[in-house]
C-alpha cells in the first residue's frame, strides 16, 4: 500500500480558490490563468504609496491643490476639515472626510489618524475683510493689502493652541519614523479579510485544506496538511493588489507571529499574476512564543512553484502586489522541509510591516515667513509686508505662528517647517528658492507651494528643517532634494 493513498480531489474547492482570488470570472479567464498569462492591471499610474496622509485644512487655497496632488500620486488621502457637506463640493468623492476643529480637542480622536503615516497641515486663522468691504473670494486670495483685513477665528486658537491639539494626536498616533504598518490584524480594518485567502494544494491536484480567520488580537492560519496525490501545502495570501504597494523607501518586511515550531514560507510578488514567480524566504516558528521575524529584501528567493529561478530579475519592490504565507512539505528544488509535520498547523499572526525606512518628514506644516519679524528691533516696517505691519491689529497672528512652530520643533516627530512669502493664485512651476533666517520678502503661488508640501513627504532631506520660500523670476523644474541639502538642520 502506498504510504500518500490516492484521495478524491476537490473540484469545487479549486474553482471556489479561483473565485476568491478572482481569477475566475469566466471560462475563458481559466484558461489564460492556468497558461500563466497576465490579467490586465487595472492601473497604469506605479505603486500604491503607503498609508494614509492626513490634510488639515484641506478646503483652503493650499491644502485643496495639496490633496489634488497626493490623490494623482497614489496617496490615499484623508481630509480634516470643518464642514464636510462643503468640502464635498471642493473635494470631490476620492477623499475621505473627517469633521474636526484643531481648536477643539475632543473632535481630533484617534480615528484620524488610522493607518497614517503623516499629516500635512495646511489650516491657518482665517482673515477677511472688515465689515462694509466686500471683496469677492478672488480678490482675498490675493492678500490682505488688498482690502482691510480683520481675523474670523482667535490665532492663538487657531495657530497655537490648534496646532498643540494635533501635534499631540500625531506623537501618539503615528508609527515610527523607518516603519510602516501593511497588515494590522490586531486591530484589522475594514478591507483585510476580504483581501486575504486560502491557497491549498487543491490548485495542483492535493487535499490539504486551511483557512485565516480574525480571532482576537491577530490573525490565525490554521488548517491540515495532507502529503496525499502528491500534495503537501497549505497557504494563505492576498489577492493582487491594485495598484501594487511602493515598498522601495524599505529594506525589508517584518513580521509577529507566533508559530507551532515548523517553517513556513513568506512570499512576495512582484507580478500581476496568478500564478508567477514569488520571491520567498523561510523561516522557523518556536510553539507558542510570539517572535519577530525580518526578511530583508535582498534575501527573498525567486522561486516558482518551489523551483529557484536563477536567472530571475530581483523583486522589484516598488511593485509589490501580494503577500502569502505558507507552511509546504518542501524546501526548494524538492529538497524537505526539516520542520515539517504533516496533519494540524497553526499560525498566529499580529502583523506584518515594512521596516528600514528613511525617516521621512511626519508633520509638515506651512507657517509664514515674517513670523520672528514682529517686535524685531531695526526693522523698517515700511518694507515690510501687511502681515508684519498689522501683526498686533490680527490678534498677533505671526506671533502665534511663531509659537505654533515651536510646539512642532520641540515634539519628538519628524517635520518640515515651511515658511512661503506672500501666497499668490498664479500658475505653479516656477523655480523657488529657500532661505533660512527670516529675512526674504517676495511672492510665491499657492500651487508651487502644495507641490513642495507633497515633494517633502517623501526627502529624508527635508527632516527638521525650517526656511522660508519664495518664486524667483522664470520657470523650471525644481531639485527638491537639491534645495532641501542646502538648508541648516534646525
Ligand atoms: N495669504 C498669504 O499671503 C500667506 C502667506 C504666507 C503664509 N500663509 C499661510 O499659509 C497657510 C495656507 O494658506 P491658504 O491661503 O491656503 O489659507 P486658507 O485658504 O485660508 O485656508 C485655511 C484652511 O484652514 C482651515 N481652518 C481654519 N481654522 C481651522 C480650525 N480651527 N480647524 C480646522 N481647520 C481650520 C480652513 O477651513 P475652513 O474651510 O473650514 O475655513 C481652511 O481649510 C495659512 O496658514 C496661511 O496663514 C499665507
Known amino acids: 500500500m502506498s504510504s500518500n493513498p490516492r484521495e478524491t480531489w476537490d473540484f469545487g474547492r479549486f474553482v471556489q480558490t479561483l473565485v476568491d482570488f478572482e481569477a475566475l470570472p469566466f471560462m475563458g479567464c481559466l484558461k489564460r490563468i ?15 504609496n503607503m498609508g494614509v496622509i492626513v490634510v488639515a485644512g484641506a478646503t483652503g487655497g493650499v491644502g485643496k491643490r495639496v490633496v489634488e496632488r497626493l490623490l ?38 484617534p480615528a484620524l489618524m488610522r493607518d497614517a503615516i503623516a499629516i500635512i497641515c495646511c489650516t491657518g486663522t482665517r482673515v477677511q475683510p472688515v465689515e462694509g468691504d466686500t471683496p469677492t473670494r478672488e480678490k482675498y486670495y490675493q492678500g490682505i493689502k488688498f482690502y482691510l483685513p480683520e481675523v474670523a477665528d482667535s490665532p492663538e486658537a487657531v495657530e497655537y493652541q490648534g496646532i498643540q491639539n494635533l501635534v499631540n494626536l500625531a506623537v501618539r ?35 490539504s485544506e486551511s ?55 513568506c512570499i512576495l510578488r512582484g507580478e500581476n499574476k496568478w500564478d ?23 534575501d527573498l528567493v525567486p522561486v516558482f512553484r ?49 521596516y528600514g525606512g528613511n525617516t521621512t518628514p511626519r508633520f509638515i506644516h506651512i507657517s509664514s515667513a515674517g513670523v520672528t519679524r514682529p517686535g524685531k528691533p531695526g526693522l523698517n516696517l515700511e518694507e515690510e509686508p501687511p502681515a508684519v505691519r498689522m501683526n ?14 515651536e510646539v512642532i520643533r520641540q515634539s519628538s516627530l519628524p517635520y518640515t517647517i515651511i515658511r512661503p512669502c506672500a ?35 517623501k526627502l529624508p532631506e527635508a527632516c527638521q528643517r525650517t526656511f522660508e520660500v519664495k518664486a524667483q523670476p522664470g520657470l523650471a523644474e525644481n531639485n527638491w532634494k537639491a534645495l532641501f541639502q542646502e538648508l541648516d538642520r534646525d
Open 173 to 207: 498616533c503615528l508609527p515610527p519614523a523607518d516603519q510602516q504598518m501593511i497588515f494590522d490584524f490586531k486591530s484589522p480594518n475594514a478591507q483585510i479579510a476580504e483581501l486575504w485567502g486560502a491557497v491549498d494544494d487543491v490548485v495542483m491536484g492535493g487535499v
Open 34 to 48: 492556468l497558461q500563466g498569462q497576465t490579467r490586465q492591471p487595472t492601473s497604469s499610474s506605479g505603486g500604491q
Open 392 to 405: 498686533d491689529q490680527l490678534g498677533g497672528l505671526l506671533t502665534w505662528k511663531l509659537r505654533g512652530e
Open 306 to 354: 518551489a523551483k529557484v529561478v536563477r536567472d530571475a530579475p530581483r523583486l522589484d519592490t516598488q511593485r509589490v502586489y501580494a503577500f502569502q504565507l505558507m507552511l509546504s512539505k518542501f524546501e526548494y528544488d524538492g529538497a524537505l522541509n526539516p520542520r515539517f509535520n504533516p496533519g494540524g498547523f497553526a499560525l498566529y499572526i499580529e502583523s506584518i510591516k515594512a
Open 276 to 298: 508567477g514567480i514569488g520571491y520567498s524566504y523561510s523561516f522557523d516558528t518556536t510553539a507558542n512564543q510570539w517572535i519577530t521575524v525580518r526578511i530583508p529584501f535582498t
Open 423 to 457: 501666497l499668490t493664485e498664479e500658475t505653479g512651476g516656477q523655480t523657488l528658492r529657500f532661505e533660512q533666517g527670516d529675512t526674504i520678502r517676495g511672492q510665491v503661488s499657492r500651487e508651487d507651494i502644495a507641490q513642495l508640501c507633497v515633494e517633502a513627504l
Open 211 to 265: 483557512e485565516i480567520r480574525l480571532i482576537e488580537g491577530s490573525a490565525l492560519f490554521s488548517g491540515i496538511v495532507s502529503t496525499a496525490n502528491s500534495g503537501g501545502f497549505a497557504s494563505v495570501r492576498t489577492k493582487n493588489l491594485t495598484p501594487p504597494l511602493d515598498l522601495s523607501q524599505f529594506s525589508g518586511i517584518e513580521l509577529r507571529l507566533k508559530g507551532d515550531g515548523q517553517r513556513y514560507k
Open 72 to 109: 494623482a500620486q497614489n496617496y490615499a488621502v484623508r481630509a480634516l476639515v470643518r464642514d464636510t457637506n462643503r468640502a464635498r463640493t471642493i473635494l470631490g468623492d476620492r477623499v475621505e472626510l473627517f469633521e474636526a476643529d484643531l481648536t477643539i480637542p475632543e473632535t481630533l480622536t
